[in-house]
């Protein structure tokens, strides 16, 4: 499928850092990030030059991208800072870090990785289901390593705790061009409705009984 034209954007990546992974996860990150930067888009990313997060840099600066990287002081030893990103963010703590990630990035796209990377995936999740963002959220995921996760979510819609549209508000896919296909349909998407209107809690969430 073709991609969607498109301004544009700033993409927030989520992956691991953990450099104990399978090495194609590595090679995954690598194609997103180089991907990213030949359809002209920016990366926003964790701030750390090694496993994932390195390559996934490394390879946007390397096919003519811009990088941000935004990483706790904590773990500036701990992760090795990315010191050759065209922009590295150095925040208090984690929380700000996810925050100023949030600030700088039009679309977030989370590949494979571990609780932190869980957690940055769920926190947009649930912000864009409460329309607290308009930005689409994609998961890349070739390996079925969030199959669990969407079995669990299922789950929950079907015992009544989560709504089917909040399930759905993640868009899930497999090859990396398909994944910035789906962020870039996302941004055309997202455009289209805010110029339409501005972004509301979905009627569902208003009634009394949940």
Same mark, same amino acid.
Request: one cysteine or more.
């Given at each position: #499928?073709?991609p969607?034209?498109?301004?544009v954007?700033?993409? %927030? ?5 953990s450099?104990? =992974? @399978?090495?194609a996860? /590595?090679?995954?990150a690598?194609?997103?990030g ?7 888009h920016?990366? /926003?990313?964790g701030?750390?030059?090694v496993s %994932? #997060? ?8 390397a096919?003519g991208?811009?990088t /941000?990287? +935004? =990483?706790?002081r904590a773990?500036v *030893?701990? *992760?090795?800072a990315d010191?050759d990103a065209?922009e590295? +963010?150095?925040?208090a703590?984690m929380r700000?870090r996810k925050?100023? #990630?949030?600030r700088?990035s039009?679309? +977030?796209?989370a590949?494979?990785g571990?609780l932190?990377?869980?957690e940055e995936?769920?926190e #947009?999740?649930v912000?864009r289901?409460l329309?607290m963002? !308009?930005?689409p959220?994609v +998961?890349?995921?070739p @390996?079925? =390593?969030?199959r669990?996760?969407r079995?669990l979510v299922d789950?929950?819609?079907?015992g009544?705790f989560?709504r089917p549209?909040?399930?759905?508000a993640?868009v899930?896919t497999g090859? /990396?061009?398909?994944a910035?296909?789906a962020?870039?349909?996302g941004? !055309? @998407?997202?455009? !289209?409705?805010?110029a339409?209107?501005?972004p ?8 009394? *009984?949940p």
């Amino acid at each position: #499928m073709s991609p969607v034209p498109n301004p544009v954007a700033a993409v %927030c990546v989520y992956c691991a850092s953990s450099e104990r =992974i @399978d090495p194609a996860y /590595v090679d995954l990150a690598a194609r997103v990030g180089g991907e990213l930067a030949r359809r002209g888009h920016r990366l /926003v990313s964790g701030g750390g030059s090694v496993s %994932c #997060m390195g390559a996934l840099a490394r390879a946007a600066r390397a096919a003519g991208g811009h990088t /941000v990287g +935004v =990483i706790p002081r904590a773990l500036v *030893e701990l *992760e090795v800072a990315d010191h050759d990103a065209d922009e590295l +963010v150095v925040t208090a703590d984690m929380r700000e870090r996810k925050a100023e #990630m949030d600030r700088r990035s039009d679309a +977030v796209l989370a590949l494979p990785g571990g609780l932190g990377t869980l957690e940055e995936l769920l926190e #947009m999740w649930v912000a864009r289901t409460l329309a607290m963002h !308009a930005k689409p959220v994609v +998961v890349l995921d070739p @390996d079925g =390593i969030y199959r669990p996760l969407r079995e669990l979510v299922d789950h929950l819609v079907s015992g009544g705790f989560v709504r089917p549209a909040a399930r759905d508000a993640v868009v899930w896919t497999g090859t /990396v061009p398909h994944a910035v296909d789906a962020l870039e349909r996302g941004l !055309a @998407d997202t455009a !289209a409705r805010l110029a339409a209107a501005p972004p509301a809690l979905p009627e569902e969430y208003l009634e009394a *009984e949940p």
